[in-house]
């Protein structure tokens, strides 16, 4: 049987440990038979050295979301690799210390802007710098913590999740006519350097294992992977907009906690 993603050309950012949720959506896309591409912020060099342990090694192209040369350039930066694409992964978030861990009523809002500009924003960039090079059949998806609440310590991340998910509903509605999809991955917590930055995050990690009706594990990046997968692959061609919890069943039920 051919893979999901047999033939697919894809985009995928946020690779900077072996943790990364994207790292795992970059290797199991290429088990599926995928093309990728990767983009690295900053460390570029430890980005490489990443993704020679990919199935495939996989080329890395510099882009930092917040910068609009990097943004204008990056569609002819792929097709140095590719002559189109398929699916773009969003997984890319970023909050200034004060923006998290408990003291939500003192973060400045130079910092929460650059909350807002790196984790909810540049969802918008991404998929307009990507457009260029897409067309029907085409999915842009992102990774996303559920936004409906008010979590301890997750403060502004929280906020800008909270847009992400509007700015996801936003982008379909604008893409849909092109016949592109984008929809969101809405994750339990996972030990990644994003996560382990967050002072106060055992929280979550502690009550999610108790609560999630299928049980939840901290290591398993592979779960949001598959679903990532998915929703590039040809098997969602009518869901757009949508926001599919790959969480255990947390968001579901009523905590105790
Ligand atoms: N780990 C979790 O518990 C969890 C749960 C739900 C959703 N998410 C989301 O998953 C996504 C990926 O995070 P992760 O947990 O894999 O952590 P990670 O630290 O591995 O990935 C975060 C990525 O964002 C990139 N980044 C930061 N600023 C950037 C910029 N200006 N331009 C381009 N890239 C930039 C980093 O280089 C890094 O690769 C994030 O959106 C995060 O909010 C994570």
Redesign the pocket.
Known sequence: MAGLLEGKRLLV?????E?????SVAKLAQEQGAQVVL?????LSL?ERIAKRLPQEAPVIE?????QEHLDGLADKVREHADGLDGVL?????APASCLGGDFLAAPWEDVATALH??TF?FKSLAVACLPLMGPGGSVV????DATKAWPVYDW?GVA?AGLESTSRYLARELGPRGIRVNLV??????????K?IPG?AV?EDSWAKTAPLGWDLHD?AA?AKACCALMSDWFPATTGEIVHVDGGYHAVGSSQ
Request: charged share 10%.
């Open positions: 950012t946020g690779i900077i440990t943790q990364s949720i994207a790292f983009t690295g912020f900053g460390r980005v882009l930092d979301v917040t910068n969003h997984s890319i978030g970023f790196v984790s540049s992102g990774l996303d913590f991340m999740k809405a994750a339990g917590p996972l030990r990644t350097m994003a996560a930055s995050f979550f990046q949001a």
